[in-house]
Structure formats: C-alpha cells, structure tokens
C-alpha cells in the first residue's frame, strides 16, 4: 500500500493574489505612514491584514458563505476610504497630518544642510509634537563662527521655520561650551 504525499497546488492566479494582498497591506502602512506617522502607519497594515484574511479565510469554506463574504466586501470599502482620506470622516485629522507634513519637511530640510557641509555633520535633530512642532537641533559644531552659520542657513533657507518652534542645544569644540537659544534668537551659553 502506498501513500501519496499531498502536494501543495500551485497556481499563477494563488501567486498573483498573494501579492495583490501583501501590496494592499503595504499600501496602508505607507499611506497611515505619511498621514500620521509610523505608529499609525502600523495600524493601517493591521487592520488591511485582518480584512484580507477574513476574506481569505470566506473565500476558502466550502460552501462559500455568500452572506458574510458580502458583508466583509461592504465592511471593507468604507474602512478602506476612511483610512485613504481620514479628513473627509473628521475634519479635525488635518491639524495632525500638517503636523507630520511639517515633522517631515523640518527633517528633510535639516538634513540636507547637514549632508551638504562637514562642518555640521554632528548635528541631529529630534520633533515633538505640541500645539506646534517643536524641532531641536542638537550636537557639537567646531567653532563660532560655525554655530552661527547653521542659524542663518537655517533661517534662510528652510521654509518649516514659518510653522514650527526651533530649539538650538549646540556643544562648540574650541570652548568646550554648550550654546542655546529658541528660534532665531542669539545663542547664550548654558544655564547648569
């Protein structure tokens, strides 16, 4: 007596669904990404998952429970748009999708001034989210003059600077002294 090993079927339509899914899934962790950021980028990728399996899951009982699969079909189109454009369920979203447009375009802004002069290559920066965005610019510069280039640079050609709220905590190398100041303000040496 013999006994065959069940094979597992393999098909173009199986494969081209399977990436139509992990597609749509990333779909919504990146639009959740941009909108709101990475938290809730990850929450839009979870609920698309479990839509999709319980769709999988219809699809594949037998008989096919006509009844359920048309009510997750109907249940997913409005998750689907209310993810997709989250402004047009509750106006209020758009006050924290600006914020994250101008999280985003602070560190995009930033980085660009770092990456272009070694002179400010120690430089990071972190956001808060408050009423406003709060950026800090923090690290080590080697001199003075340095300190206050990245200031003007700053101010001159970073257009974040109109919506958000600037910390500076700045360490020069030649004195050793940590510099502060809030927006475009003169820096003073640190209080300890």
């Not at 009510?71 to 997913?76: D, I, T």
Request: hydrophobic share 45%.
């Amino acid at each position: 007596m013999t006994t065959e090993k069940p094979r597992l079927r393999f098909s173009l339509l199986s494969l081209l669904i399977g990436m139509a899914f992990i597609a749509l899934v990333l779909a919504a962790f990146s639009r959740g990404n941009y909108l709101l950021g990475t938290g809730v980028g990850i929450t839009y990728a979870v609920v698309a998952l479990m839509i999709i399996l319980l769709i999988t899951r219809a699809i594949r009982e037998t008989p096919v429970p006509k009844l359920r699969l048309a009510f997750l079909v109907l249940f997913s189109i409005p998750v689907c748009l209310a993810f997709a454009f989250p402004t047009y369920i509750n106006s209020d979203v758009q006050i924290f999708v600006d914020k994250q447009t101008d999280d985003r375009d602070a560190r995009n802004e930033l980085n660009a001034i770092f990456a272009e002069d070694p002179a400010f290559s120690n430089l990071s920066i972190s956001t808060t989210h408050l009423k406003i965005v709060n950026v800090e610019i923090y690290g080590t510069v080697s001199n003075n003059t340095d300190l206050d280039r990245i200031q003007q640079l700053v101010y001159e050609r970073c257009g974040f600077v109109e919506h958000c709220f600037i910390h500076w905590r700045i360490r020069v190398r030649s004195d050793s002294t940590m510099y502060v100041a809030r927006n475009d303000d003169a820096f003073v040496p640190a209080q300890n």
